[in-house]
């Protein structure tokens, strides 16, 4: 009987001290899945870019600063910039991903692609090229994107914040 009692007390110490190692692995899971950057299902939509701001050379070899609010009105000059050619984004389920132009009367679809999210990377696969931005961050309605390019052809560096259009 006082065999039985310590072999008790011993599951029962053994159990408490389990315990909160239990609970600590099973919180660690639960964190995981929940608003993860990494989640290529929280990008799938519809994103408009409402700003960019960053820096580049002009056809002098001079550097230009930016920070634009994008809207109608600003499109024209975001494209003299020339370090974005699209402000509207749609990447679809099957990693298929379309750009748009703005026409000035409405949204033209202009390039498709190919879309790859890991490691906090976005890789647009384009036909002829690739584009490799960091996804600063992914919440539901917001999406901001960083992306620095410095080579022979083009040299600038650029942060740009869509909002979820649907």
């Avoid at 029962?12 to 929940?34: E, K, Q, R, W």
């Avoid at 950057?37 to 001079?62: A, C, F, P, Q, R």
């Avoid at 003299?80 to 699209?86: G, K, N, P």
Wanted: charged share 30%.
């Amino acid at each position: 009987m006082l065999k039985e009692i310590k072999m008790k007390k011993i599951i029962y110490l053994l159990v408490l001290a389990l315990m909160p190692m239990c609970f600590t692995a099973c919180g660690g899971d639960d964190d995981s899945n929940s608003g993860s950057t990494n989640d290529s299902k929280g990008i799938v939509g519809l994103w408009e870019m409402i700003h960019i701001k960053g820096v580049t050379d002009d056809d002098e070899g001079n550097l230009v600063e930016y920070d634009l609010e994008v809207n109608p009105s600003t499109l024209t000059k975001v494209e003299e910039l020339d370090v974005c050619d699209y402000v509207r984004y749609r990447f679809d389920q099957g990693n298929a991903f379309t750009c748009y132009t703005y026409n000035g009367s409405g949204w033209v679809d202009d390039n498709t692609a190919t879309w790859r999210y890991s490691d906090d990377i976005l890789t647009l696969e384009h036909s002829n090229y690739k584009d490799e931005m960091r996804v600063l961050s992914l919440t539901e309605d917001r999406l901001v994107l960083y992306e620095k390019v410095n080579d022979s052809h083009e040299s600038y560096e650029l942060t740009a914040t869509f909002k979820r259009v649907e």
